[in-house]
């Protein structure tokens, strides 16, 4: 090996090389080791056969003998020693360096330490948080494999040390802030690399019972992405207390955010204890401060660079604030691979329950808040796009903006042309970019972030950063201070533990958060009145309402200041209990995971036939109507003279609309699952009915829907759903459903829908300016038996008011109770299927919206489901309901095609003369009419019974 040349092509000197120089290999194991652990890892190319043959390995085993022994030997090279107090007790994560090697190696929980060196002398010092640092020793490595013992002992500083006691270089001791709120003037200067390491470890050094210094990885060139913690107790996650993050200098030729961070570590840890909203603020807060995030960037930009991109990116040339995951692109030059700063930022993001950051950037002077991109790829700018807390989002940049002198004015920049309202502005609206920091906070964490232009020059003189931080000193403040809005508080069992990973759901609003490790949680919120669900695994899910005020909350006894805190406590889950007593323990309709997918929604439906073979018949691909859409039968053949009713149930009528399907899915599995247990209800309907379901008719549209979108952006897009298709042929769904009608006679029929919690009946379009039918006891029976049934509809107030639409909280904007879709403003069911069925076929239909959303989350559906079972057996009752009869002449032979009128029903005689129709109980008679349309008068007899 120590010849470099052995394999062909090879040419290293000695038998060694930089793994980089060989080939750049990114997500390497030996980097890895070495930035994010103590230990020193190689990679050893043991043969230039990668496979070589079995008899070649003794060789193999002589050649490498050697060279393995002495490497483990050489774990022994270097320096290794004990750290511990002046007690004897260990010393867990000191910090060993050995100065001019810029990489450290730090203690085991025994204090022990190693830290492998070539031979010579090197400078030793050693560092603990809570204790002084280590005299510099002087260390001489040899040349064998046996390690110099070094041990070191640290002493406690003094943890009594009070702020008010920090000395100016005159020696003169200071008691009292400056106007200006600190102990000595800052040094408006910027600080390099080494500059800044040293600050942060002089602030970490004074006020150590007030910070924690750490570093959350590393920049391509490997320097330390170095954070502060500030909070009155450092490096611990109190319950209950928010966590806060500001990130500088993500583009390394924007500076301003970097240095006014800096001032502001200082700012807040001169005045803490002796100034009361700082004291207030660290006391209430966990604050994370990450002063730069591309350092490597920032040492190769320069003073006085306006609106240049020297600097910008990062050592690799990318632009970190397009290399994080996005929503809508992967873009392989910009977001493809994520760089290490950025993994650095991801996974530091995702360790702690930050609730509010900001990342602070220069070259314009605005707040932007999310979201950055469209899905339209064409959009540059002009186009916004709102996130689910649009409100919020709007509330926070305000905070920052009108704090600010100039960024609330609008147009701070004049060279640029830019106007922001109030000096905000949608990110998208702005300009459209992917990959942005901000967006993959809000998506991928608890975190509302926002984006910080703090100035028109990118990279001003450093005169001028006093003027800086005069101007977003209280715009910082505030903005730190408002991850107290909202509400917050600790989902408990029923034990009182708390519940990790819990979902806290705001109504209206489709963006959740997920409780800490401890059960605590923080919501923000623009001031309003809310719905907010709880949800997690195992348990039953809780709501509760929700005030929300526009102030921050100071405890009277504590002085600390916080959210208004709503706790939850969670039972275990019903779920099964109630699928024992009304589901027949039915496992697989308890699940609540995902919507079924077209393709699954035809083999669940294959399955029941199988499962159920004596009552369903599945429906898909064996006639015209079934190659687009699936259904299913369900009946029991009986030997009884009276005629089956053919009752239709659909789902997914509106592609968008999806909670139909779900619920008809499991109701199939209800009616198979209770015949085959005998129970008396399912047999008896079963038996009186022919049920047809078509749980997914607009297969198309379910496709192109997204869940969790509750509401159309403008109620035209319906009609482009097979709902609102009838009257033309541009829908598949809708053109096989036609056909389906054509096929079997059905008497009755129900639609499950969203968009609302009412029950809807014919017309949907007036009719001679009139909305009603002229069968309206029908349609009311039919209507009113599903909607008393329901336990959320029947209540008299409006289920849906004050439900939050796009983050807004509408009043008065459902129909509630009985409706007919034409007394509807705006008219939105243009070419229903209801109106076709009356219109054309004379077949009754309402259609039952059953969720406020329209595609609401998965874990709705359960509940969805149980409470729409009851209503929708009900409604099946109703084949019980009615008149059936034969038309016979003089001999008593059937007569076919004989036109029956009861009470507006029409209803024709088969070829055994026999009719059915579903009519209300009525007192008294009621009105019937009959004519014959055969080719030959005859004389005719008319049998009546009632359906029982």
Same mark, same amino acid.
């Given at each position: 090996?120590?010849?470099?040349?052995?394999?062909?092509?090879?040419?290293?000197?000695?038998?060694?090389?930089?793994?980089?120089? =060989?080939?750049?290999?990114?997500?390497?194991?030996?980097?890895?080791?070495?930035?994010?652990?103590?230990?020193?890892?190689?990679?050893?190319?043991?043969?230039?056969?990668?496979?070589?043959?079995?008899?070649?390995?003794?060789?193999?085993?002589?050649?490498?003998?050697?060279?393995?022994?002495?490497?483990?030997?050489?774990?022994?090279?270097?320096?290794?020693?004990?750290?511990?107090?002046?007690?004897?007790?260990?010393?867990?994560?000191?910090?060993?360096?050995?100065?001019?090697?810029?990489?450290?190696?730090?203690?085991?929980?025994?204090?022990?330490?190693?830290?492998?060196?070539?031979?010579?002398?090197?400078?030793?010092?050693?560092?603990?948080?809570?204790?002084?640092?280590?005299?510099?020793?002087?260390?001489?490595?040899?040349?064998?494999?046996?390690?110099?013992?070094?041990?070191?002992?640290?002493?406690?500083?003094?943890?009594?040390?009070?702020?008010?006691?920090?000395?100016?270089?005159?020696?003169?001791?200071?008691?009292?802030?400056?106007?200006?709120?600190?102990?000595?003037?800052?040094?408006?200067?910027?600080?390099?690399?080494?500059?800044?390491?040293?600050?942060?470890?002089?602030?970490?050094?004074?006020?150590?019972?007030?910070?924690?210094?750490?570093?959350?990885?590393?920049?391509?060139?490997?320097?330390?992405?170095?954070?502060?913690?500030?909070?009155?107790?450092?490096?611990?996650?109190?319950?209950?207390?928010?966590?806060?993050?500001?990130?500088?200098?993500?583009?390394?030729?924007?500076?301003?955010?970097?240095?006014?961070?800096?001032?502001?570590?200082?700012?807040?840890?001169?005045?803490?204890?002796?100034?009361?909203?700082?004291?207030?603020?660290?006391?209430?807060?966990?604050?994370?401060?990450?002063?730069?995030?591309?350092?490597?960037?920032?040492?190769?930009?320069?003073?006085?660079?306006?609106?240049?991109?020297?600097?910008?990116?990062?050592?690799?040339?990318?632009?970190?604030?397009?290399?994080?995951?996005?929503?809508?692109?992967?873009?392989?030059?910009?977001?493809?691979?994520?760089?290490?700063?950025?993994?650095?930022?991801?996974?530091?993001?995702?360790?702690?329950?930050?609730?509010?950051?900001?990342?602070?950037?220069?070259?314009?002077?605005?707040?932007?808040?999310?979201?950055?991109?469209?899905?339209?790829?064409?959009?540059?700018?002009?186009?916004?796009?709102?996130?689910?807390?649009?409100?919020?989002?709007?509330?926070?940049?305000?905070?920052?903006?009108?704090?600010?002198?100039?960024?609330?004015?609008?147009?701070?920049?004049?060279?640029?042309?830019?106007?922001?309202?109030?000096?905000?502005?949608?990110?998208?609206?702005?300009?459209?970019?992917?990959?942005?920091?901000?967006? =993959?906070?809000?998506?991928?964490?608890?975190?509302?972030?926002?984006?910080?232009?703090?100035?028109?020059?990118?990279?001003?003189?450093?005169?001028?950063?006093?003027?800086?931080?005069?101007?977003?000193?209280?715009?910082?403040?505030?903005?730190?201070?408002?991850?107290?809005?909202?509400?917050?508080?600790?989902?408990?069992?029923?034990?009182?533990?708390?519940?990790?990973?819990?979902?806290?759901?705001?109504?209206?609003?489709?963006?959740?958060?997920?409780?800490?490790?401890?059960?605590?949680? =923080?919501?923000?919120?623009?001031?309003?009145?809310?719905?907010?669900?709880?949800?997690?695994?195992?348990?039953?899910?809780?709501t509760r309402e929700v005030e929300v005020k526009s102030i921050m909350y100071v405890d009277s006894d504590s002085g600390l200041v916080g959210a208004k805190q709503y706790n939850f406590t969670l039972q275990p889950d019903s779920g099964p209990l109630w699928s024992l007593v009304e589901d027949f323990e039915l496992s697989e309709n308890l699940a609540q995971e995902h919507y079924l997918s077209n393709e699954e929604v035809k083999v669940v439906l294959a399955e029941m036939e199988n499962t159920y073979s004596e009552v369903a018949e599945v429906f898909i691909n064996d006639a015209d109507w079934s190659t687009a859409v699936p259904g299913l039968k369900m009946g029991v053949e009986t030997n009884t003279s009276m005629p089956k009713v053919a009752v239709l149930l659909m789902g997914g009528l509106y592609g968008s609309q999806p909670v139909g399907r779900e619920v008809l899915v499991r109701l199939g599995r209800h009616m198979g699952e209770g015949y085959k247990k005998g129970d008396n209800i399912v047999t008896m309907i079963l038996r009186m009915a022919d049920i047809y379901i078509l749980p997914a008719v607009d297969l198309a549209?379910?496709?192109?829907?997204?869940?969790?979108?509750?509401?159309?952006?403008?109620?035209?897009?319906?009609?482009?759903?097979?709902?609102?298709?009838?009257?033309?042929?541009?829908?598949?769904?809708?053109?096989?459903?036609?056909?389906?009608?054509?096929?079997?006679?059905?008497?009755?029929?129900?639609?499950?829908?969203?968009?609302?919690?009412?029950?809807?009946?014919?017309?949907?379009?007036?009719?001679?300016?009139?909305?009603?039918?002229?069968?309206?006891?029908?349609?009311?029976?039919?209507?009113?038996?599903?909607?008393?049934?329901?336990?959320?509809?029947?209540?008299?107030?409006?289920?849906?008011?004050?439900?939050?639409?796009?983050?807004?909280?509408?009043?008065?904007?459902?129909?509630?109770?009985?409706?007919?879709?034409?007394?509807?403003?705006?008219?939105?069911?243009?070419?229903?299927?209801?109106?076709?069925?009356?219109?054309?076929?004379?077949?009754?239909?309402?259609?039952?919206?059953?969720?406020?959303?329209?595609?609401?989350?998965?874990?709705?559906?359960?509940?969805?489901?149980?409470?729409?079972?009851?209503?929708?057996?009900?409604?099946?009752?109703?084949?019980?309901?009615?008149?059936?009869?034969?038309?016979?002449?003089?001999?008593?032979?059937?007569?076919?095609?004989?036109?029956?009128?009861?009470?507006?029903?029409?209803?024709?005689?088969?070829?055994?003369?026999?009719?059915?129709?579903?009519?209300?109980?009525?007192?008294?008679?009621?009105?019937?009419?009959?004519?014959?349309?055969?080719?030959?008068?005859?004389?005719?007899?008319?049998?009546?019974?009632?359906?029982?």
């Amino acid at each position: 090996m120590h010849q470099g040349n052995i394999c062909p092509g090879d040419n290293f000197l000695g038998g060694v090389t930089n793994g980089a120089e =060989w080939y750049d290999v990114p997500g390497g194991m030996e980097d890895f080791n070495y930035l994010h652990s103590n230990c020193f890892e190689i990679t050893m190319e043991l043969s230039c056969c990668k496979y070589p043959k079995g008899s070649a390995l003794p060789e193999e085993w002589r050649g490498n003998k050697e060279s393995m022994l002495q490497f483990m030997e050489a774990t022994h090279m270097g320096i290794a020693g004990l750290v511990k107090d002046q007690l004897g007790s260990p010393i867990e994560d000191a910090v060993v360096e050995v100065l001019g090697i810029k990489h450290n190696v730090t203690t085991t929980k025994q204090g022990e330490y190693w830290r492998l060196l070539t031979t010579g002398t090197f400078t030793l010092v050693v560092h603990a948080v809570g204790y002084q640092s280590s005299e510099h020793m002087e260390v001489v490595v040899t040349d064998q494999h046996q390690a110099t013992v070094q041990d070191i002992t640290l002493t406690k500083k003094e943890m009594s040390v009070k702020l008010d006691s920090v000395k100016q270089s005159s020696g003169e001791e200071v008691s009292t802030l400056s106007p200006s709120g600190f102990l000595s003037p800052p040094d408006y200067v910027y600080h390099h690399y080494d500059d800044l390491v040293a600050f942060m470890a002089f602030y970490g050094h004074h006020f150590p019972h007030i910070t924690r210094v750490y570093t959350i990885g590393q920049s391509v060139e490997g320097r330390n992405l170095t954070a502060m913690e500030i909070s009155d107790n450092p490096g611990l996650h109190e319950p209950g207390e928010p966590e806060f993050k500001y990130i500088g200098n993500m583009h390394g030729n924007e500076v301003v955010g970097r240095e006014l961070l800096l001032v502001l570590i200082k700012f807040l840890c001169e005045g803490y204890g002796l100034d009361k909203r700082v004291t207030r603020l660290v006391d209430s807060t966990r604050i994370h401060i990450l002063p730069t995030m591309n350092p490597d960037g920032f040492e190769v930009g320069h003073e006085g660079d306006k609106q240049s991109v020297v600097g910008r990116p990062n050592a690799h040339g990318k632009d970190l604030n397009r290399n994080f995951p996005d929503q809508y692109y992967t873009k392989p030059r910009e977001n493809g691979v994520a760089e290490p700063e950025t993994q650095a930022v991801m996974a530091w993001s995702k360790q702690i329950p930050f609730v509010l950051s900001a990342n602070l950037h220069g070259g314009s002077l605005v707040a932007n808040y999310p979201y950055d991109d469209t899905p339209n790829p064409r959009d540059r700018s002009g186009h916004s796009w709102p996130s689910p807390d649009e409100e919020t989002f709007k509330l926070l940049a305000r905070v920052y903006s009108m704090a600010h002198p100039r960024m609330k004015t609008g147009h701070p920049c004049p060279e640029a042309g830019e106007f922001f309202p109030d000096g905000i502005t949608n990110g998208a609206h702005w300009y459209s970019v992917s990959g942005g920091m901000q967006d =993959w906070n809000y998506l991928n964490t608890n975190d509302f972030e926002i984006t910080l232009e703090l100035g028109c020059t990118k990279y001003p003189q450093h005169q001028e950063l006093h003027t800086y931080w005069e101007e977003n000193k209280e715009s910082l403040l505030r903005y730190m201070e408002s991850v107290h809005l909202g509400f917050k508080g600790f989902v408990l069992d029923s034990s009182g533990q708390g519940v990790p990973n819990a979902t806290v759901t705001v109504e209206g609003i489709d963006h959740d958060v997920v409780t800490a490790a401890d059960g605590d949680y =923080w919501r923000l919120l623009s001031a309003g009145n809310y719905s907010v669900t709880v949800t997690a695994p195992g348990m039953d899910p809780a709501t509760r309402e929700v005030e929300v005020k526009s102030i921050m909350y100071v405890d009277s006894d504590s002085g600390l200041v916080g959210a208004k805190q709503y706790n939850f406590t969670l039972q275990p889950d019903s779920g099964p209990l109630w699928s024992l007593v009304e589901d027949f323990e039915l496992s697989e309709n308890l699940a609540q995971e995902h919507y079924l997918s077209n393709e699954e929604v035809k083999v669940v439906l294959a399955e029941m036939e199988n499962t159920y073979s004596e009552v369903a018949e599945v429906f898909i691909n064996d006639a015209d109507w079934s190659t687009a859409v699936p259904g299913l039968k369900m009946g029991v053949e009986t030997n009884t003279s009276m005629p089956k009713v053919a009752v239709l149930l659909m789902g997914g009528l509106y592609g968008s609309q999806p909670v139909g399907r779900e619920v008809l899915v499991r109701l199939g599995r209800h009616m198979g699952e209770g015949y085959k247990k005998g129970d008396n209800i399912v047999t008896m309907i079963l038996r009186m009915a022919d049920i047809y379901i078509l749980p997914a008719v607009d297969l198309a549209g379910f496709d192109s829907a997204s869940v969790g979108t509750c509401s159309y952006k403008d109620h035209r897009m319906m009609d482009k759903e097979a709902g609102n298709s009838f009257k033309g042929k541009q829908s598949v769904g809708a053109e096989a459903v036609k056909k389906f009608m054509g096929r079997f006679n059905i008497k009755l029929a129900l639609s499950l829908e969203g968009n609302g919690m009412f029950v809807r009946m014919p017309w949907d379009e007036v009719r001679q300016e009139d909305s009603k039918t002229d069968a309206v006891e029908v349609f009311n029976m039919m209507a009113k038996t599903f909607l008393t049934s329901h336990p959320v509809m029947k209540k008299k107030h409006s289920p849906c008011d004050g439900t939050r639409i796009m983050g807004k909280k509408v009043k008065n904007a459902f129909p509630t109770g009985l409706v007919h879709g034409g007394d509807l403003e705006p008219a939105m069911f243009v070419g229903s299927m209801q109106d076709y069925l009356w219109d054309k076929l004379n077949i009754p239909m309402v259609s039952a919206h059953i969720s406020c959303c329209n595609y609401p989350r998965p874990r709705n559906l359960l509940e969805l489901y149980k409470q729409n079972l009851p209503p929708i057996l009900k409604f099946l009752e109703l084949a019980y309901q009615g008149v059936w009869g034969k038309v016979t002449d003089s001999m008593n032979n059937p007569i076919s095609n004989v036109t029956v009128n009861i009470g507006g029903m029409m209803e024709v005689s088969d070829k055994d003369g026999i009719f059915l129709t579903v009519y209300p109980a009525q007192r008294g008679s009621t009105s019937w009419s009959w004519f014959i349309k055969p080719s030959k008068p005859k004389q005719s007899g008319l049998q009546l019974r009632k359906a029982e």
